[in-house]
């Protein structure tokens, strides 16, 4: 499985030594390295996705012992799916999600726990760089930031922002390990979720959105998707192109961001 290169015009973020460094992927050999610190992962032999991930979890790993950001938090499993693996259609149109309550997901496999990830299989999955190009020209108006990996990061934002809401108010659900992790008497962080998913912006605001962090978190109405859509582009503007961190991402908040989204985000990042 050999990446091929269009020859020029590499999108945002991606050099040829990182195509090389894809190309290189043993994609086992990830799953291993994911498996050792706690996380199921299976990426269906796609180095696309295991690739991206595994940057994304070492970028966010330097981020948060650095800057004293709580961002090392994990997915406790990964899985690339087809639409045809789902067991309905609620993540079908998506590019990937992330789960907020444990729940089977996936046909022949066990219950995913809360905080899980699902990556969709790319068209393109063996012809790596056509998937980065389709992904960057994809998010380059809609998304908050046109980076390769704009996409990992924002479902791994999500991961790491229920950690946070369930360690703060508790998680009510069924999953046992989630159960076990943030317990407390009187849970409502579904509840929370739920409430921070579905909320009103005002027109003024929804306009501030759209211009600072994109079509998309102007739309969706979901502190949750704003929050992922903010840190992702944050964080990617943090990097040099050999993906080095050479910024703290707070550096990057807009001071003249909307008051509710800017306390969610400090809340969230406990700072
Ligand atoms: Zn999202």
Not at 131 to 142: D, H, P
Request: contains cysteine; proline residues 3%.
């Amino acid at each position: 499985m050999n990446i091929q290169g269009t020859g020029s015009g590499l999108c945002s973020g991606l050099t040829r030594n990182l195509i090389k460094d894809f190309n290189r992927i043993n994609v086992g050999s990830i799953e291993a390295e994911f498996q050792k610190i706690g996380v199921d992962a299976d990426f269906k032999n796609s180095k696309l996705f295991s690739g991206s991930c595994k940057l994304v979890q070492s970028i966010l790993y330097e981020v948060s012992q650095r800057f004293h950001l709580p961002l090392d938090v994990l997915p406790p499993s990964i899985r690339v799916f087809r639409n045809n693996d789902l067991l309905d259609d609620s993540g079908k149109c998506s590019w990937g999600f992330c789960i907020i309550d444990t729940a089977k997901v996936l046909k022949n496999e066990q219950e995913f726990e809360a905080g899980s990830l699902f990556f969709k299989k790319h068209r393109f999955d063996s012809v790596i760089i056509s998937g980065l190009q389709t992904m960057y020209l994809k998010a380059r108006n809609y998304c908050s930031s046109p980076h390769f990996l704009a996409h990992t990061f924002h479902e791994w934002f999500h991961t790491i922002n229920i950690n946070q809401i369930y360690k703060k108010f508790g998680y009510e659900g069924e999953g046992s390990l989630p159960k076990a992790k943030y317990y407390r008497a009187n849970a409502t962080g579904i509840e929370k979720i739920e409430d921070y998913a579905d909320i009103y912006i005002y027109p003024q605001k929804r306009r501030y959105l759209e211009k600072n962090f994109g079509q998309y978190s102007a739309e969706t109405g979901s502190l949750l998707e704003m929050f992922a859509e903010v840190m992702t582009q944050i964080t990617t503007k943090s990097l040099n192109k050999n993906l080095e961190l050479v910024n703290n991402p707070l550096d990057y908040l807009p001071k003249n961001m909307p008051r509710f989204l800017r306390q969610f985000i400090e809340e969230n990042l406990e700072i």
